[in-house]
T-cell receptor
Framework: EDKVVQSPLSLVVHEGDTVTLNCSYE??????LLWYKQEKKAPTFLFML????IEKKSGRLSSILDKKELFSILNITATQTGDSAVYLC?????????FGKGTRLSVIA | NAGVTQTPKFQVLKTGQSMTLQCAQD?????MSWYRQDPGMGLRLIHY???????DQGEVPNGYNVSRSTTEDFPLRLLSAAPSQTSVYFC??????????????FGPGTRLTVL
């Protein structure tokens, strides 16, 4: 059974800090790993990763995948209060996305 | 494009009532799915469909039915609502390029309360 475990479950940081969110997984047939940001409504797409070692970047956010060790990390540099959200990691194997429980990030001024 | 739309946004049911949550997408996506989201449980897959006429069960299918008569629509039916089905429900569709599935687009969600 495909499985996604995210850590930490919650995190409180100050503005300007750098954070690293972790996602480890077990999968029978890996196709891709996706990161989403969820504020009050539906999740919004951040990144999709399919290959190891290739960093995806978007502004202050970046992510990388390690298919050998079965994990991915999401980095956020120079955090802002607008980064406060739940960050979801999702795995695509043989079925539609399997989600982790998410990491709740709170950025305080 | 309207993307993925869901109706209603909010619904309150009594135990034993039935209802249908509507989901539609105008992006011609073949792949659609329904999730429920509960506090501390993350998003869990209820049912999914890889194309018109084809549906399959996800992680938590009991108490729900789906059908996919057209590419655009993927309704979720609650046969006899129970308080355990109180949740936020998200419909999603996935874009595809050849054999590769890309990002998943989510609808705005339906907040359902069963009394």
């Amino acid at each position: 059974e495909d499985k996604v475990v995210q850590s930490p479950l919650s995190l409180v940081v100050h503005e300007g800090d750098t954070v690293t969110l972790n996602c480890s997984y077990e999968v029978t047939n890996f196709r891709s790993l996706l990161w989403y940001k969820q504020e009050k409504k539906a999740p919004t797409f951040l990144f999709m990763l399919t290959s190891s070692g290739i960093e995806k970047k978007s502004g202050r956010l970046s992510s990388i995948l390690d298919k050998k060790e079965l994990f991915s990390i999401l980095n956020i540099t120079a955090t802002q209060t607008g980064d406060s959200a739940v960050y979801l990691c999702a795995l695509r194997g043989n079925t539609p996305l399997v989600f982790g429980k998410g990491t709740r990030l709170s950025v305080i001024a | 494009n309207a993307g993925v739309t869901q109706t209603p946004k909010f619904q309150v049911l009594k135990t034993g009532q039935s209802m249908t949550l509507q989901c539609a997408q105008d992006m011609n996506h073949e792949y659609m799915s329904w999730y429920r989201q509960d506090p501390g449980m993350g998003l869990r897959l209820i049912h999914y469909s890889v194309g018109a006429g084809i549906t399959d069960q996800g992680e938590v299918p009991n108490g729900y039915n789906v059908s996919r008569s057209t590419t655009e629509d993927f309704p979720l039916r609650l046969l006899s609502a129970a308080p355990s089905q109180t949740s936020v429900y998200f419909c999603a569709s996935i874009s595809r390029e050849g054999n590769r599935y890309n990002e998943q687009f989510f609808g705005p969600g339906t907040r359902l309360t069963v009394l």
